[in-house]
């Protein structure tokens, strides 16, 4: 049962990968809702075909193998790491930050969104996501993403993957009411013995916590996400960047007074 | 500091328009900035090469936006959209100072505008002998201070804008902002001695363009040590050593630059003496290989992450 869609409060994904079965209904529905061509498919090595989140996948779910070559007995591997990927809807955005034409902004649901008539295509927010979610739609020449269903949200209808979900690994809500759920889902794993299993962008120590969080069963650079230490903002380079450049500039144009010092000299 | 930094992000294919971009905004800021130096440090036989500098900015610049708004997924309808936003409801100018892009694009336009008028000035002082200019010799010095400073943002921002990301090698280091500032100085340096055969008169500053270039060049080598140092702690030194050949051209660019501070060539317009051809062909290899030196540099910095 979706809940009541309001303006002005935060919503989210929570994604539970302890019940994620990849069978990609996620990105099925993702498509058909926000009409998205896809690739062609491509054939990797495991039952992904998908490859990666970009401007034509924003559901992508990711098929970790860790499955042993040679199993001495039966039952003994920890088998496939499944996860559905997709925009983590950053409360300090990454994109958002460097976007320079304001194309970027956060809804009246909390949710990070590109607008396609401001985007120029810049790619500024491609070399910031850290989670490389951001493609280009070659068709359009803007940025393209998950819009957390925006069109649907405005309708007062849920995000097409989490209702696609057949397992609710997939949960689409209130952050509030997510988070909740989150704390009983790992508690409850915890309890069955289950420790490995930790919640990713609950809280605020990965870019001011993400509104579409996780439930990971390995440490989030098994998944291909940074973790809290490597999770930093692109401005973060700004005061280094700018000193580094003013004592360059300072110590070059001393020098080039030095050099040039030799008034009229014949 | 991260040490080890992990880096799972998408590169954004910035490669050629942006490649000479970088090229061009470095030649165009360095040569305004070394004209202006040599204006105020420099004597009045100085002032042809400086006016060089001055006429060599304009086209650089003008081709600068046109790179950039090539680069763009919606080119020639939105490039404005860098400066005014029109989000429906939030319509107005866009200006991020933590964004250098957005800085840039800024900075971009007035400095092409110090650029234009300087680019006038000159003309009016060459061919309509106004020896002040057009805006007087206190005004046009002041005039000219104040365009520099502009330029050396222009010059050092696209290396910054790199490092303002998530991606391997850029947000690795604090050290893109300088290194691009000394290298397009020098490159600014190594323009105006090659051009100086089409001004002969500028040929008296020939030997402390030289000299300047040496010391832009040491300059230069400390902050690649610094660039190749924070990259290495990060863990992305691998990535951009995949570039070698491309790094053995910048060194051999610094290294031809640096044996200008040891032995300054000995160019001015003092006679025909017939130590000058030989010496001004070495000339014109030493600012060849400097200028292939500040796109290569540009290259690998580029490509590394990509």
């Known amino acids: 049962m979706a809940p009541t869609i309001k303006a002005g409060e935060s919503y989210g994904f929570f994604t539970d990968t302890s019940i994620c079965i990849g069978c990609k209904a996620c990105e099925v529905a993702c498509k058909e809702w926000n009409q998205l061509e896809g690739n062609s498919p491509n054939f990797l090595d495991s039952f992904d075909n998908t490859g990666q989140l970009d401007a034509q996948n924003w559901r992508h779910v990711k098929m ?16 496939w790491l499944l996860m559905s990927d997709v925009c983590k809807h950053c409360k300090h955005a990454s994109c ?27 790619r500024n927010c491609i070399a910031a996501c850290p989670y490389s979610v951001i493609g280009m739609n070659q068709q359009t020449g803007t940025a393209h993403k998950c819009t957390l269903c925006y069109d649907r949200l405005q309708a ?21 009411d997510l988070q909740k759920a989150a704390d009983v889902r790992l508690e409850a794993l915890h309890t069955q013995g289950v420790t490995q299993a930790q919640l990713y962008g609950r809280d605020d120590k990965v870019y001011g916590g993400l509104n579409a969080f996780f439930l990971l069963m390995d440490k989030p650079e098994t998944y291909g996400l940074p973790n809290a230490e490597n999770a930093g903002l692109p401005s973060r380079n700004n005061i280094g960047g700018y000193l580094g450049a003013l004592v360059t500039g300072v110590v070059a144009v001393v020098a080039g007074l030095v050099a040039f010092r030799r008034r009229g000299a014949a | 500091m991260i040490l080890l930094a992990e880096h799972f992000v998408r590169a954004p294919q910035w490669l050629w328009y942006i490649l000479f971009y970088f090229f061009l905004a470095g030649l165009a800021a360095g040569s305004y900035v070394l004209a202006t130096i040599l204006r105020v440090a420099g004597g009045p036989r100085d002032e042809p090469a400086a006016r060089l500098g001055y006429y060599i900015a304009l086209p650089a610049t003008l081709l600068c936006p046109i790179l950039l708004t090539a680069d763009l997924g919606v080119s020639w309808s939105r490039f404005w959209h860098m400066l005014i936003d029109t989000t429906p409801g939030e319509t107005g100018l866009n200006f991020k100072y933590w964004s250098p892009m957005s800085v840039g694009v800024w900075a971009l336009l ?57 991606q391997p090698v850029w947000s690795d280091t604090w050290a893109l902002g300088g290194l691009f500032l000394a290298s397009g100085l020098s490159g600014a340096a190594a323009l105006i001695t090659l051009l100086v055969r089409y001004r002969p008169e500028a040929s008296f500053s020939l030997e402390r363009l030289r000299l300047a270039d040496g010391y832009f060049a040491i300059l230069e080598l400390a902050l690649l040590v610094a660039f190749f140092a924070t990259v290495a702690i990060a863990g992305s030194a691998g990535r951009t050593l995949t570039w070698l050949p491309l790094w053995i051209l910048v060194l051999v660019g610094i290294g031809a630059s640096m044996l200008g501070v040891r032995r300054p060539a000995r160019l001015q317009a003092s006679g025909e003496s017939v130590a000058v051809a030989p010496v001004a062909m070495e000339a014109t290899v030493v600012s060849i290989l400097v200028l292939l030196a500040v796109l290569a540099m540009r290259a690998a910095v580029i490509f590394s992450a990509q």
């Open chain 1, 64 to 79: 970790l193998d860790q499955v042993p070559d040679q199993s001495i007995t039966s039952g003994n591997g920890t088998a």
């Open chain 1, 96 to 122: 958002m930050e460097v976007c320079p034409t304001g194309a970027i902004i956060r809804t009246e649901f909390d949710t990070v969104f590109i607008q396609q008539d401001v985007c120029n295509g810049c």
């Open chain 1, 156 to 176: 007062g209808k849920q995000p097409a993957c989490a209702q696609a979900c057949p397992t609710q690994s997939i949960q689409f809500g209130p952050l509030a």
């Open chain 2, 110 to 166: 007035v400095f092409g505008f110090f650029v234009a008028v300087s680019a006038l000035d000159t003309w009016a002082r060459d061919r309509q002998g106004r020896a002040n200019g057009l805006l007087g010799a206190g005004g046009g010095r002041i005039f000219n201070i104040v365009g520099s400073v502009i330029g050396l943002f222009v010059l050092s921002y696209t290396g910054v804008l790199l490092s303002v990301s998530n």
